[in-house]
């Protein structure tokens, strides 16, 4: 794993531990896409859906599940399924990227331009990951240009040129090298300070840093990328304010993000803490989705919230970080012992041990994906059922999984789901809706 993706696993941790948001997704068709490749862009609720005194939850998830096209299944299936390979693909990519580095002794090359540029111990970290940055982007971009550009326009979800595709990936470039940098200064310090027990002191730094990203993203780190207005109309925010109100979510304003100028995805989040904290929508979710599914899918979002998901999944990635870290105390110096000379790295301290703190950190995280996806979704799963009972949504919530399943595997088999998906898939999306709507019929609002 080269450092970047590393510190992209970092930024995502800090996303599920500040917002933890679903996405329900619609996008324009491809350009060589046909209306039966596309999911449907209006979903009615179909006639087995409909609330009666022989209502059958199976029946009514099947019922809206054959409202999907079976090309545009086809076509959201093998996107999905292509992302598995993808997992493979940038986890052996960055092992290469690591060992290339260290057996070449490039990585030795670039302590040794840093040293040359000055004395200071932590300036010379902050010169080694500038070059280290750098470096791996530059061998990284094959892979993340045919992910992040050519694939996602291949399957309609993505609407930018390459110019401003290009301008938002040296802009996280620019991120990572200012946030990544302090991070690194300060972990190779405590590396340098206390060597025995650095793993620890290194694991809680991680979580503070994860803390303050989280604290700051929604206003200071957003709107690099997007523009955050405050959304006026009262046709949609009145709804979503009384149902904070409802569920006691100190917020008095909703915005919206122009997502529209990256992708085709809809998408909101209740992100931040204290002074911080918003209620956000991207601009494709309030064009394109129903009242009833901009309700469902806050709902959900307001579930994170209420049910404490934010610190929770902040006590969560502190074990996964010292479990880490102590994978990293138990296996650097027997390494550095074997092949240390060899690749020209001194001792834990030096900046050139990061790509293989990069190849040992991607082992870790690549064997823990399942455990990973598995603790997500089943936060996820709980916020679903917190959204259906304060939204009383169960179609707006089935319209928001079809949604989704243009990018998302609508019917996994149940090993799949566990190892690949962190949300629940859109068929277990949509029966739970629709058995909550079997077990609450008299709430639910007349179709």
Avoid: C
Wanted: charged share 15%; aromatic share 10%.
């Amino acid at each position: 794993m080269t450092l970047r993706f590393r510190l992209r696993v970092v930024l995502a941790s800090l996303v599920l531990a500040s917002s933890l948001s679903t996405a329900s997704a619609q996008s324009s068709p491809a350009p060589n896409a046909t209306s039966e490749s596309a999911m449907p862009s209006v979903i009615t609720v179909p006639e087995a859906a409909r609330a009666s005194d022989h209502f059958d939850a199976a029946a009514a998830t099947e019922a809206y599940l054959a409202q999907i096209p079976p090309a545009a299944k086809a076509r959201s299936d093998a996107y999905f399924e292509g992302g598995y390979w993808l997992i493979l693909w940038d986890f052996l990519y960055g092992i290469a990227v690591s060992f290339l580095l260290l057996s070449s002794r490039l990585s030795a090359r670039m302590r040794g331009i840093a040293e040359a540029l000055t004395s200071l111990r932590p300036l010379q970290t902050l010169a080694y990951w500038v070059q280290y940055l750098l470096v791996t982007s530059v061998l990284g971009f094959p892979l993340a240009v045919y992910e992040g550009y050519f694939r996602e326009h291949e399957y309609g979800l993505a609407t930018q040129t390459f110019g401003p595709w290009l301008g938002d990936l040296l802009k996280g470039l620019a991120l990572e090298m200012i946030l990544g940098g302090l991070l690194v200064m300060a972990l190779f310090g405590i590396v340098r300070r206390a060597p025995r027990t650095w793993h620890l002191w290194g694991a809680g730094l991680t979580l503070a840093f994860m803390i303050f990203v989280s604290l700051i993203a929604p206003v200071y780190i957003l709107p690099l990328f997007n523009k955050v207005n405050r959304l006026d109309d009262p046709k949609v925010t009145a709804p979503i304010l009384q149902l904070a109100r409802a569920n006691g979510i100190p917020v008095h304003d909703v915005f919206e993000v122009d997502a529209s100028r990256q992708s085709n995805r809809m998408s909101a989040n209740v992100s931040g803490f204290g002074n911080t904290m918003r209620i956000t929508l991207n601009d494709n979710l309030l064009r394109r989705g129903s009242p009833e599914e901009i309700q469902a899918v806050m709902g959900h979002e307001m579930g994170h919230y209420v049910l404490n998901h934010v610190y929770k999944s902040l006590l969560f990635f502190l074990v996964v970080i010292a479990a880490a870290f102590a994978f990293l105390r138990a296996t650097l110096d027997g390494s550095l012992r074997r092949w240390g000379a060899r690749w020209d790295v001194r001792d834990v301290g030096d900046p050139a041990v990061l790509p293989l703190v990069a190849l040992l950190g991607s082992l870790f995280l690549f064997v823990l994906t399942p455990i990973l996806n598995s603790y997500i979704r089943s936060g996820e799963q709980e916020a679903d059922m917190y959204g259906l009972n304060a939204s009383r949504q169960p179609d707006g919530f089935a319209q928001a999984a079809i949604h989704l399943g243009e990018y998302r595997k609508m019917s996994p088999g149940p090993l799949e789901e566990w190892v690949f998906f962190d949300h629940p898939s859109g068929h277990t999306r949509i029966y739970n809706a629709m058995r909550w709507k079997g077990e609450n019929l008299s709430l639910s609002p007349a179709p």
